[in-house]
């Protein structure tokens, strides 16, 4: 028999899972073969080693009352934060609100009506002038085109550099 099926055996001879029969076989094998003999005592020093390594450490109460009151005041600074998060976007919006209802009132009372028929609205007439363009200006334009199309290729490839890092 391989040596890894015996320690299989062996171990569940030790942990008490197997059978009352598998129990008499493997302690009748421990007691007449010298290979199991020797495979049980390697395993039961194993195994007290384990155990005497591995005992619970005793904590104290003040141990664990401090590790408490770490998570309490951090659970307190996550909530106060979300708190001042929530209050400052609270305020923006209703900064912005209160300025759309201010410039649409201001727009209607300067409209002198509220009633808004296309026969008595008319729209300004704007005049404007005609302008003389020098000949080199569809090359500047172009080149700043060009410029411009340059900065967004290399914004868009930094993006995606820095999301791979």
């Known amino acids: 028999m391989q040596q890894e099926a015996i320690e299989i055996q062996l171990w569940e001879y030790l942990d008490g899972t197997c059978t009352v029969e598998e129990k008499a076989r493997i302690s009748g094998l421990i007691a007449t073969d010298a290979r199991w003999k020797t495979c049980y005592d390697e395993l039961i020093s194993f ?9 619970a450490e005793k904590t104290t109460s003040g141990f664990t009352d401090n590790v408490i ?39 209607l009372v300067d409209a002198g009506s ?17 302008l003389q363009l020098p000949s080199y200006a569809p090359f500047i334009a172009g080149l700043l ?11 868009i ?8 890092a």
Do not use: C, W
């Open 69 to 107: 009151a770490v998570l309490d005041a951090s659970t307190s600074q996550f909530a106060a934060r979300k708190r001042m998060l929530t209050l400052s976007i609270r305020a923006i919006a209703a900064f912005f609100i209160v300025s759309i209802v201010l410039l649409l009132t201001y727009a």
């Open 114 to 130: 509220l009633s808004f028929s296309p026969s008595e609205y008319q729209l300004p007439e704007i005049h404007v002038p005609e």
């Open 157 to 164: 490839l930094r993006g995606k550099n820095t999301h791979r």
């Open 47 to 55: 195994d007290q080693g384990l155990r005497r390594d591995m005992v």
């Open 145 to 155: 085109a060009v410029i411009m199309l340059l900065a967004v290729g290399d914004n």
